[in-house]
């Protein structure tokens, strides 16, 4: 842990002082929309009801983007869409990525529908040394999750994902991890209980999310009436961390402002290859790589222009953009410790 701590000073530091004179940043995190196309009919978000886009990223282009000395450092890549395994050459798309970033850790986030592909395609990632994150996602116990994700039979094939995934992971410790997505809401509210307790029984973590409204998921008209108590009381139930907090002092109607580094140490990236902060400035985009260079594209006009607008942004509960840009400083870190010592024992302990 104090190695990870000095290099996160280090970063920490040299992060800020670069921002600070007005130079550019390498990023280390990306988030990727392999596809647009869903197979959930969620209530709660409207992708599957939006015309997907006509001229996705190919192969060759997302080699040429990847292969950009910009994203050399690039340590962790999020999948997701729409409906990430959909991409009609997933395997081939993450392999790829694999080739490009091999210290990266690929996430990929899934409902699950199509579980088997999910499966085979994690397996022949896993035979190539790739190192995977599956997050599955999760918003009710039985019914109730169909009822969210408006697709019957859902449920069983999260139950399904996860047991088969859990088998294979007894091959894999080191290189499969596996979390339960649960996006919290109005509208599961009253399912996460059951979530936690069927996640606990099972030994796959659980990721709770908060409700976000932009136009990426088409509902930024939609309101949220979820009760401020019932939300507390499941936030206050995660560990202890930075983001948590975050949510707390959202719900105690008190700023959650902080240094954002969306187009600093992160990005996302459409299925056309559109660079954008993140999702909630969803069509705030700095160029598109595949018409020039991602390096052109980071450095341009625009990108400088568009950092200025982040930096005013109020700030958002996006729980990668949160804690990516959390960890590209040392100090929201060190504060987190000094009013929680305790913490610093425990991850000691946990290896962290």
């Known amino acids: 842990m104090l190695k990870k701590l000095l290099v996160t000073f280090w970063r920490g530091n040299q992060n800020l002082l670069r921002k600070l004179f007005g130079l550019p940043l390498k990023p280390r995190w990306m988030w990727f929309a392999v596809t647009d196309r869903c197979n959930s009919h969620c209530t709660h978000c409207h992708i599957w009801q939006q015309t997907p886009i006509d001229n996705p990223l190919s192969l060759e282009e997302a080699r040429k983007i990847f292969s950009d000395p910009l994203l050399k450092n690039i340590e962790l890549v999020i999948n997701s869409g729409g409906e990430a395994i959909l991409h009609p050459r997933i395997l081939e798309l993450l392999k790829l990525e694999h080739e490009m970033f091999p210290r990266a850790i690929l996430n990929i986030s899934t409902n699950a529908i199509l579980a088997d592909r999910v499966i085979n395609t994690t397996k022949e990632l896993l035979r190539d040394g790739v190192k995977l994150n599956l997050g599955v996602s999760l918003d009710g116990f039985g019914e109730k999750h169909d009822q969210v994700r408006g697709v019957p039979g859902n449920f069983e094939k999260v139950d399904y994902l996860l047991k088969q995934l859990l088998e294979i992971q007894k091959s894999y410790p080191e290189t499969l991890t596996i979390t339960a997505g649960f996006t919290l809401s109005e509208l599961t509210i009253d399912n996460w209980l059951e979530v936690k307790e069927y996640t606990d029984k099972l030994g796959v973590e659980l990721m709770v999310q908060w409700y976000n409204q932009s136009s990426f998921y088409g509902n930024e008209k939609d309101e949220n009436k979820a009760v401020k108590e019932r939300i507390t009381e499941i936030v206050s139930a995660q560990p202890n961390s930075t983001t948590r907090e975050r949510w707390l002092r959202l719900l105690a109607d008190k700023s959650i402002k902080?240094?954002?580094?969306?187009?600093?140490?992160?990005?996302?990236?459409?299925?056309?290859?559109?660079?954008?902060?993140?999702?909630?400035?969803?069509?705030?985009?700095?160029?598109?790589?595949?018409?020039?260079?991602?390096?052109?594209?980071?450095?341009?006009?625009?990108?400088?222009?568009?950092?200025k607008k982040v930096a005013a942004c109020p700030g958002c509960l996006n729980s990668w953009g949160l804690n990516w840009s959390l960890s590209s400083a040392f100090y929201p870190r060190l504060m987190f410790f000094v009013r929680n010592p305790k913490e610093i024992i425990k991850r000691l302990k946990e290896g962290k």
């Not at 459409?270 to 598109?288: A, E, F, Q, R, Y």
């Open 258 to 307: 902080f240094r954002c580094f969306a187009t600093d140490t992160f990005f996302a990236m459409k299925s056309d290859g559109s660079i954008i902060p993140c999702l909630t400035h969803w069509d705030m985009v700095l160029g598109n790589p595949r018409d020039s260079s991602m390096t052109k594209v980071w450095n341009s006009q625009k990108a400088k222009e568009i950092r």
